[in-house]
């Protein structure tokens, strides 16, 4: 008697879980293209509104850039009562972000704009949610040559725009002035090159008399992204077909010689007790520079104001180093952009989020972003701003990122890899450079083994987004 | 709560007034109605989430993360690997690292602490204390006395003349590293379980082994050792287990590396799964059974092999 009802109770159970995972089946079959066609509306869908459009901002700036962005946040609103209301919401660090957009996508249920790091950019697209910013800029017929030509020529894909670039950034080498002018080395002129930097880091490194370094000369943090950059300012693409912009990459490039040149050099530092080891937290790397344990560190604009608050030294700054002293230079950017959502969202919702952007790209805007983050001004015109104006007085630390960018040539090498595996291949990067400083793995050996783990990441991608 | 009791006190009961059949159902009814909370609980949020992780872990991903096609047990069969084997080899380093130090050392506190008479209970509530601590907070301070140049412990090794420890960016280092905070952690929930086991051993049982003769090291071993038996088995089970699921320190101190060499089962997991803006759900869940099947084994060879030799009062 007892056994019969339970059962009953077992299968009608295994029946409701075979249904569930049979609807979940399904749903995930189906709807990754999408039907709608993702332009953009004109602004007449604006005109006659009987309540202000409500538009939803997934972002990930927090503290003191979070309290800027509200502010022009509260600005835009009340520029545009009754017409667009914009919801700032933060939603964790970049990571955090898109895996919390990738959620929503999964209950279609994204917000009206989202903010995505550069290296979630070819996701973006192959997700294929949103409405490339070209359709704004071709509708309004909007004038782009006051954008920074850098951070256009990042996020155009195949001859498109397909974000708009916002708070983006370029890393810089940062230099203890005070160190530098104690070792009798010149701070207005750092070292540009890696056999420069290694000059200078003689001078720097202080030795007690037992033998124990109590200053280095150079100290940076395992960071993928310093890699990028000095294959950007080598002229050497980071990824094939033309850094995935002919078409899509297939392999990654890092292993290339001027890498492991890069490599061996840092290796060669930390031995001869010239460089301190820090591992790939970069908050390691910055608190061994602020700390004064390393004269000389790589960072990103993005911290100098934290330089300048945290260190009891002079901070200087200068341009990202060289990897030898006849690379051509360039920069290539990072950071985030922000995307609007077209799946799901009527004209109304993407033309208030365009509305917005457009606000957010005024110099006017620009120069209150630049002097309250350091980011860099996307709108160049912002630097003319008075805010900007009264920060670069200040601290003429900060206009060295824009000079850096302006001197950068424009091409496919300092446009950077565009992958849907970007993050991955940033790890990989890592973690080869830390396997030749951790074993007695080769430099060449190291970045070869991680460059090739990379390749079956990309095609398992390519084919699951099947092209 | 299950229906057994239940009907052995009805059947031991005199033979109740209505039919025979009757009553076991209004039983079986019954029970099952007191049971269905915790039966809908269960199946909620253990059973369905099992059955969702052994459906994903034969499915592919798109890149949203949602599964779209099957593969059978080619994440399994993907295991059979040199990475993976090393992965279940740094799980086991760091368990044995983490639980053998963590048991003797929580007895080894316990123990001396018996023979100091006064301030006792102040000095077991200073070594429980680190059981105050959240995995996140206690990682966050070690990572300042570990930090790569800026080194608190460094620093202090400096002082004495000794040689600088590179913490956390050697990959022969790291793991001990992690598991050094781990033990500092589970330090405190140890002396708290023993300390009162301690404080359950009859006072004859030592008394008449001081007649006997025993003092010391001799008591400590042969009398008060055994009779934290249950305490110890206890606690080896609990820290293994904790030890396997180990993450806030990994991701707060090393993010796995350098170089995968402090990347563990959940890491791995954690990795696969949401690190890097991957959503590799499939390998990530495969994963995830191997860990619940580690889980399993060990607790039942624990419980097959040293629960026989504890000695229940």
Known sequence: MKRIPRRRGVKAAALLASLGLLLSACSGDGDSGGGSDLTAPGAEVLDGLDEAVQVEFWHSMDATNGQVLDGLIEEFNSQNEGRVEVTGSFQGDYDTALANHRAAIQQGDTAELIMIFDLGTQFMIDSAQTVPAQSFLDEDGYDTSTIEEALLNYFTVEGELRSFPFNNSTPLMYVNRDAFEEAGLDPDSPPADLAEIREAAEQLTVTDDDGTVVQYGFGASVYGWFIEQFMARASTPYCDNSNGRDGRATEVLFDDPKVVELVEWWEQMIEDDLAVQIGRNTDDGQAAFTSGRAAMTLESTGALGGFIDQSDFEVGAGYFPLISADDPGGSIIGGASLWINGEGHTPEEIRGSWEFIQFLLTPESQSVWHAGTGYLAVNTEGYDGPEATERAEEFPQFSVAADQLADSEINENTAGCMMGVMSDARVAAEEGWEAALTSDTSAQDAMSEAASGVSRTIEEYNESVGD | ?313
Not at chain 2, 99 to 119: D, I, M, N, S
Not at chain 2, 191 to 196: G, M, P
């Open chain 2, 1 to 313: 709560m299950t229906p057994g009791p239940v009907s052995e006190r009805r059947a031991a009961s005199p033979p109740p007034p209505t039919s025979k059949r009757t009553r076991p159902a209004r039983d079986a009814t019954l029970a099952w109605g007191f049971l269905a909370p915790s039966v809908l609980v269960f199946a909620l949020f253990l059973i369905y989430p099992l059955g969702r992780t052994v459906y994903l872990s034969m499915h592919g991903n798109d890149i949203i993360g949602r599964p779209n096609r099957f593969v059978g047990l080619s994440h399994f069969a993907e295991m059979v690997s040199p990475e993976f084997g090393r992965i279940l080899l740094t799980t086991l380093v760091f368990t044995l690292g983490v639980v053998v130090p963590g048991v003797v050392g929580a007895l080894a506190v316990v123990l001396l602490l018996e023979g100091v008479l006064r301030g006792q209970r102040i000095l077991r509530g200073a070594f429980a204390l680190p059981f105050a601590f959240s995995v996140a907070s206690a990682s966050v301070v070690f990572a300042v006395f570990y930090s790569p140049g800026n080194s608190v412990l460094n620093g202090i090794l400096y002082r004495m003349g000794l040689d600088q420890v590179p913490w956390l960016t050697s990959q022969e280092m790291a793991l001990w590293s992690v598991a050094i905070t781990t033990v500092w952690m589970n330090l405190g929930y140890g002396v708290l379980v023993l300390a009162a086991g301690i404080g359950a051993i009859p006072k004859e049982v030592n008394e008449a082994a001081r007649i006997d003769g025993a003092t010391g090291p001799r008591l400590a071993w042969d009398v008060t050792v055994p009779m934290l038996g249950p305490q110890l088995f206890f606690l080896i089970v609990i820290s293994t287990i904790n030890a396997l699921q180990s993450f806030g320190q990994i991701h707060i101190l090393t993010g796995g590396g350098p170089v995968g060499s402090t990347t563990t089962l959940v890491y791995s997991i954690y990795q696969d799964a949401f690190a890097y803006g991957t959503s590799d759900f499939g390998r990530a869940s495969a994963q995830a059974l191997v860990l619940l099947a580690v889980v399993l084994v060990c607790t039942v060879i624990q419980f097959g092999v040293i629960e026989r030799k504890v000695h229940y009062s």
